[in-house]
RNA sequence: GCCGCCAUCGUCUAAUGGUUAGGACAACACUCUUUCAAGGUGUAAAUCCGGGUUCGAUUCCCGGUGGCGGUACCA
């Protein structure tokens, strides 16, 4: 066995795949990326993808948290094969609900000798751990209760002394063989007996993990760098039970523009917080792939970095993947997600865009929907964020008070100012409303407005239709308003120019 | 402290034992233009340091430095 596990294959088969979040926190960037990369394998590589819901932690686990994961993994459209909610074969898929099993593998390392109650208090373990730091040695537990007799224990355990139970680590080197690392040798004498469960019906993380790895017949664990210190510990424990481990892979960290671990810092890595800040999650997805794999060379070309998830499957190469770690570069994810918004069908943008029109203009805007999908339409190239739509169009749904000055192109006179005006408000007045397009006003007045001067015209039109210094061109925001808004806007202008 | 991981433009990265070290984002300049965007064109910008191996190393090896992760009765 510790041979095969020693060569690292350069292929993937039949992957069963896992995320395995725990609910003490809102789903974070840092979990959105491992869970891709696990639903990658096991799309490309015809595997499964399993997410299980680990909850160990009874005093930091909430079903908010376990709600937002679930919530936002639909939303990142990474769907999963089993797992809380969808079920299969080797539920359940909650920790909490598997207290049994963890119970009676503990028992039978236990009984087998290869797991030990330890009897000693935090304080005592502290002291030693202090002691052992100041001698520059690393902490490990000195195995005080490795060989205590049956009677010792079981009249402490009658007594009801609080115990925890440790693995009986044998001393050993374990190498891992990483699929993106390689191999990685680690000294079990350096980690010692490490506690794996705090009683027969509270497992700790590094045993329940093994265990239901195990049991769902997990064969290919990919996970963030920082679990890596955990793996020799995890191996020892597949060891004792005399399992085989699965193929590790661990993925580079993604990092803070100071080289910090993301997931670390407070605030802002939660998924929901990117969804108020109107980033798309196809946008998400896109960003988060090139955050430690990227496409292979083509021949000095520029590669399409824009790429939809089953595009990424397609190209998709496990073993492209790098070893150090990504700074979240926000400066991308705000191209990508304005190349989505500049991209996407205009019924899907409409469906992520809604919601923030709602909240800032009410939900009453909704009874004209081909109206807010113009808006959309003509301001998508303008943003970055759908969180800035709504600021942006706001002069669409009021027109905002504005300052007569700002009418005035470069050095105009307001005689040729009210002229110009003037003129378009005439020339629309008996317009058909069905010429209200971008294209049929453009043929209508451009003539005469080249005459009169572009900018003499155009500009304060566009500022009696918007009210503000900068907006859309004319044009698309005639078509979006109509005949008699417009033809109000430029009544409205020559009405602050006449006072 | 101890254990481990990592190292190409500011950032994400490509490439190879021999290249003018490529692309993207950002920056800057120019351009387009009725404003703001978007678009177009262009500029600047990198192989951490020191040894070795080699005809040749950014690439392979060793050492250093630096950064990061872990060091829990959290996950």
């Given at each position: 066995m510790s041979e095969k596990i020693k060569t690292i294959s350069k292929e993937i088969k039949n992957p069963r795949v896992r995320i395995a979040p725990s609910p003490t926190g809102y789903f974070h960037i840092g979990t959105a990326r491992t869970a891709l990369f696990n639903y990658l394998v096991a799309r490309k590589y015809n595997g499964k993808f399993i997410l299980r819901i680990e909850d160990t932690d009874k005093e930091r686990s909430k079903k908010e948290y376990e709600e937002d994961i679930l919530e936002n993994?639909?939303?990142?459209?990474?769907?999963?094969?089993?797992?809380?909610?969808?079920?299969?074969?080797?539920?359940?898929?909650?920790?909490?609900?598997?207290?049994?099993?963890?119970?009676?593998?503990?028992?039978?390392?236990?009984?087998?000798?290869?797991?030990?109650?330890?009897?000693c208090t935090v304080e005592e373990l502290e002291y030693k751990r202090q002691e052992m730091m100041s001698r520059g040695e690393a902490p490990r537990y000195d195995g005080h209760c490795r060989n205590l007799s049956q009677e010792e224990i079981e009249e402490k355990l009658k007594n009801k002394t609080p115990y925890v139970i440790r693995l009986k680590m044998p001393e050993k080197e374990i190498i891992i063989s990483d699929l993106i690392r390689g191999k990685v040798k680690f000294n079990t004498k350096l980690i010692g007996d490490f506690i794996i469960a705090k009683g027969l019906?509270?497992?700790?993380?590094?045993?329940?993990?093994?265990?239901?790895?195990?049991?769902?017949?997990?064969?290919?664990?990919?996970?963030?760098?920082?679990?890596?210190?955990?793996?020799?510990?995890?191996?020892?424990?597949?060891?004792?039970?005399?399992?085989?481990?699965?193929?590790?892979?661990?993925?580079?960290?993604?990092?803070?523009?100071?080289?910090?671990?993301?997931?670390?810092?407070?605030?802002?890595?939660?998924?929901?917080?990117?969804?108020?800040?109107?980033?798309?999650?196809?946008?998400?997805?896109?960003?988060?792939?090139?955050?430690?794999?990227?496409?292979?060379?083509?021949?000095?070309?520029?590669?399409?970095?824009?790429?939809?998830?089953?595009?990424?499957?397609?190209?998709?190469?496990?073993?492209?993947?790098?070893?150090?770690?990504?700074?979240?570069?926000?400066?991308?994810?705000?191209?990508?997600?304005?190349?989505?918004?500049?991209?996407?069908?205009?019924?899907?943008?409409?469906?992520?865009?809604?919601?923030?029109?709602?909240?800032?203009?009410?939900?009453?805007?909704?009874?004209?929907?081909?109206?807010?999908?113009?808006?959309?339409?003509?301001?998508?190239?303008?943003?970055?964020?759908?969180?800035?739509?709504?600021?942006?169009?706001?002069?669409?749904?009021i027109l905002p008070d504005y300052d007569v000055s700002l009418l005035y192109w470069q050095n105009m006179t307001k005689d040729e100012l009210i002229s110009n005006l003037d003129f378009i408000y005439k020339l629309f007045l008996n317009l058909d409303n069905k010429l209200f397009t971008k294209q049929q006003l453009e043929a209508i007045i451009m003539p005469e407005v080249e005459k009169r001067g572009r900018g003499n015209v155009l500009w304060p039109l566009r500022v009696a239709l918007s009210g503000s210094k900068n907006s859309a061109g004319p044009f698309e925001i005639m078509e979006v308003l109509g005949k008699s808004e417009t033809l109000k806007r430029i009544a409205n202008a020559l009405n602050k120019l006449n006072n």
């Open positions: 993994l639909k939303w990142l459209k990474l769907f999963w094969d089993e797992g809380i909610e969808v079920d299969g074969p080797y539920g359940p898929y909650r920790q909490s609900e598997r207290l049994d099993i963890y119970e009676k593998y503990l028992k039978e390392l236990i009984n087998k000798g290869l797991a030990y109650y330890c009897f019906r509270n497992p700790l993380y590094n045993f329940s993990v093994v265990v239901d790895d195990y049991e769902m017949h997990i064969n290919y664990v990919i996970r963030g760098e920082e679990h890596l210190p955990n793996t020799p510990r995890q191996i020892a424990i597949y060891e004792a039970f005399g399992w085989e481990p699965p193929i590790f892979a661990h993925l580079p960290l993604i990092l803070n523009p100071d080289r910090s671990k993301m997931s670390k810092r407070f605030g802002d890595v939660a998924m929901k917080d990117f969804r108020k800040k109107g980033y798309l999650p196809e946008a998400i997805i896109n960003f988060l792939v090139f955050l430690g794999w990227h496409l292979p060379e083509k021949n000095g070309e520029t590669i399409n970095e824009i790429l939809t998830l089953d595009e990424i499957i397609e190209q998709f190469d496990f073993f492209r993947i790098q070893k150090a770690g990504a700074i979240f570069n926000i400066d991308k994810l705000d191209w990508i997600n304005a190349e989505y918004i500049e991209r996407l069908p205009i019924d899907e943008l409409t469906s992520y865009a809604v919601p923030f029109l709602t909240e800032k203009f009410g939900e009453n805007i909704l009874t004209d929907i081909e109206f807010i999908k113009k808006i959309i339409e003509t301001h998508r190239q303008r943003i970055k964020t759908l969180a800035e739509l709504p600021e942006i169009a706001s002069y669409f749904f």
